[in-house]
């Protein structure tokens, strides 16, 4: 569920995010579960409160969403907070704002 999550956002084609995922999913992106990030160029995804409190040091300005104040952005230093990536958490309609978000900043362009 959480890697259909990961592509549904991270696709640049939205109908197409089950092919994105079977095919090039993890030439983009990656899963990491240890409490540090990695000086990756790109956008890192921390998703859920319990592990948000794991990166406490992490110092950074994410902002709610204009529309959803459960998932923030610091754009500047290309990181997206959201609920627990599960759909009862993290709904088709939250992904879309989020990918309404990402769209305006680019992301889907680099």
Known sequence: KIVNLLAKIA???ESDWRCFRDEALFLHTALCFSPTIQNTAGWHWIGGKETLQRFRALQHRARPLHDCAEVAM???RQ???TPYPDYRQLSNILVTRIRTRLS???FYTL
């Open 11 to 13: 696709s640049p084609d």
């Open 104 to 106: 305006g900043e680019g």
């Open 79 to 81: 990181l997206l907070l």
């Open 74 to 76: 610091d754009v500047e």
